[in-house]
């Protein structure tokens, strides 16, 4: 998604240096060719060899060194850049940088460069809201550099305000979109769910079901490689999120589930339900461990939400919902039945009684039912490619 895209990523001297590493090592797996400018104050925190062994590039920072891999190297890097990140964005740097101040190799390159430059602040809040900074990050953007907002929360200093670096992954999602504009789906949030819930029974047993989140997470991915700008919502899996997801947020039971896509679901354009929710959830969950004394054990279940159901209940007009039926018997009908409660877009049946089709597997076998009635079979296929098929008929749903 960021295939052979030239990005210098700019490290200055604050506590979040951490987060840059995490930063570059997600750009890198998005194909992005990722090359890190230090500050001296960045290396009190972390070192040049972290960052070359993650980008696999070098890493420049000291303007005097022997040229060792570019030529004249502030302006080799400045003509390279098809954007700079400067993440994070000390108070200090954005001060040079408004200023024309170029000392350093950053701020060097920075003066340099004619390509997009995006600056994420992240500071103490009253260094923050200074009126000093205020006007240098308004003199910045006023030029055209691209600032990503500052988050609000506990910072390390020990307060609680606004000054904090925003998650990698929504810097990294920041410099997607702005890549990915024009793609089918740039603009457009989308929401899916993805692997199986787990109901806890006691401190160490749980209902769940064998759901790998594959499914789901081969939806996501497809997503964002089309430019949406795209929230998972997971229950327990082994696979790693796709890159360039907006956000990822993990949870467990059902419940979890509904609270992460309900307080969601306003902002989704698109939203795909390919969890595999548990239906019931034990009425009371034991203290401890239950122990095995008795010959035989009954379980009292009660219902859990039914998310999907829910968000037909509450969709807009110009939402898309498609849900997934995982059925054992009569598919069509089955499935039928829950496109009409539900108030779906469109429904994919999911027949997991089919080798290689269903929970765990690479590959899945559906068909896609529509409200008009229509059916449309796919033949086995991997997983990756049904969720392009997907997308393919969210896409003419969009076009109506
Ligand atoms: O994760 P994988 O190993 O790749 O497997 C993929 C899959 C088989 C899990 C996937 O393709 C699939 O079929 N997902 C839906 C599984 C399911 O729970 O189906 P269902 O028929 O029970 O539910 C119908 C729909 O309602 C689903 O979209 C489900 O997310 C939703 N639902 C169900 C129950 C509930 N309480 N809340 C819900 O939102």
């Given at each position: 998604?960021?295939?052979?895209?030239?990005?210098?990523?700019?490290?200055?001297?604050?506590?979040?240096?951490?987060?840059?590493?995490?930063?570059?090592?997600?750009?890198?797996?998005?194909?992005?060719?990722?090359?890190?400018?230090?500050?001296?104050?960045?290396?009190?925190?972390?070192?040049?060899?972290?960052?070359?062994?993650?980008?696999?590039?070098?890493?420049?920072?000291?303007?005097?060194?022997?040229?060792?891999?570019?030529?004249?190297?502030?302006i080799a890097l400045a003509n390279l850049a098809?954007?700079?990140?400067?993440?994070?964005?000390?108070?200090?740097?954005?001060?040079?940088?408004?200023?024309?101040?170029?000392?350093?190799?950053?701020?060097?390159?920075?003066?340099?460069?004619?390509?997009?430059?995006?600056?994420?602040?992240?500071?103490?809040?009253?260094?923050?809201?200074?009126?000093?900074?205020?006007?240098?990050?308004?003199?910045?953007?006023?030029?055209?550099?691209?600032?990503?907002?500052?988050?609000?929360?506990?910072?390390?200093?020990?307060?609680?305000?606004?000054?904090?670096?925003?998650?990698?992954?929504?810097?990294?999602?920041?410099?997607?979109?702005?890549?990915?504009?024009?793609?089918?789906?740039?603009?457009?949030?989308?929401?899916?769910?993805?692997?199986?819930?787990?109901?806890?029974?006691?401190?160490?047993?749980?209902?769940?079901?064998?759901?790998?989140?594959?499914?789901?997470?081969?939806?996501?991915?497809?997503?964002?490689?089309?430019?949406?700008?795209v929230v998972l919502v997971s229950g327990p899996?082994?696979?790693?999120?796709?890159?360039?997801?907006?956000?990822?947020?993990?949870?467990?039971?059902?419940?979890?589930?509904?609270?992460?896509?309900?307080?969601?679901?306003?902002?989704?354009?698109?939203?795909?339900?390919?969890?595999?929710?548990?239906?019931?959830?034990?009425?009371?969950?034991?203290?401890?461990?239950?122990?095995?004394?008795?010959?035989?054990?009954?379980?009292?279940?009660?219902?859990?939400?039914?998310?999907?159901?829910?968000?037909?209940?509450?969709?807009?007009?110009?939402?898309?919902?498609?849900?997934?039926?995982?059925?054992?018997?009569?598919?069509?009908?089955?499935?039928?039945?829950?496109?009409?409660?539900?108030?779906?877009?469109?429904?994919?049946?999911?027949?997991?009684?089919?080798?290689?089709?269903?929970?765990?597997?690479?590959?899945?076998?559906?068909?896609?039912?529509?409200?008009?009635?229509?059916?449309?079979?796919?033949?086995?296929?991997?997983?990756?490619?049904?969720?392009?098929?997907?997308?393919?008929?969210?896409?003419?749903?969009?076009?109506?």
């Open positions: 998604m960021l295939d052979g895209k030239k990005i210098v990523l700019g490290v200055t001297g604050g506590i979040a240096v951490y987060k840059a590493v995490e930063i570059a090592s997600r750009l890198r797996k998005l194909g992005a060719d990722v090359h890190v400018i230090m500050t001296r104050a960045a290396k009190e925190f972390v070192t040049e060899l972290t960052f070359r062994e993650i980008t696999g590039n070098p890493v420049s920072s000291d303007m005097f060194a022997p040229v060792a891999h570019y030529n004249v190297e502030h098809d954007v700079m990140l400067i993440a994070p964005a000390t108070a200090n740097v954005i001060a040079k940088i408004a200023h024309g101040v170029a000392d350093d190799m950053l701020t060097t390159t920075a003066l340099a460069t004619v390509a997009p430059i995006f600056f994420a602040p992240s500071m103490n809040s009253n260094m923050l809201s200074n009126v000093a900074t205020q006007e240098n990050i308004k003199t910045l953007t006023s030029r055209g550099l691209h600032l990503i907002e500052p988050a609000s929360g506990h910072l390390a200093c020990g307060t609680s305000g606004k000054g904090r670096l925003p998650e990698p992954c929504e810097i990294v999602s920041v410099i997607d979109s702005f890549f990915n504009e024009g793609k089918s789906l740039s603009g457009k949030n989308v929401l899916v769910t993805a692997a199986g819930t787990r109901e806890p029974i006691d401190p160490v047993r749980y209902i769940g079901n064998r759901s790998s989140g594959r499914m789901g997470y081969a939806l996501a991915g497809e997503a964002v490689s089309r430019g949406a700008s899996s082994s696979l790693e999120a796709p890159e360039g997801l907006k956000e990822f947020i993990k949870v467990e039971t059902a419940g979890e589930m509904r609270a992460a896509v309900m307080s969601r679901f306003r902002d989704a354009d698109i939203v795909i339900k390919a969890a595999a929710v548990a239906d019931y959830r034990a009425k009371v969950i034991a203290e401890n461990k239950i122990k095995k004394n008795a010959e035989e054990w009954t379980l009292s279940l009660e219902k859990n939400p039914d998310i999907l159901k829910e968000l037909g209940e509450k969709k807009r007009g110009n939402q898309i919902l498609v849900g997934f039926a995982a059925e054992t018997q009569n598919l069509i009908e089955n499935a039928k039945a829950k496109l009409e409660k539900k108030n779906l877009d469109f429904i994919v049946a999911n027949d997991v009684t089919k080798p290689n089709a269903g929970f765990n597997t690479e590959t899945n076998l559906i068909k896609i039912l529509s409200r008009d009635g229509g059916v449309e079979e796919f033949p086995l296929m991997k997983k990756s490619d049904l969720a392009k098929k997907i997308f393919e008929r969210i896409e003419k749903v969009m076009e109506k």
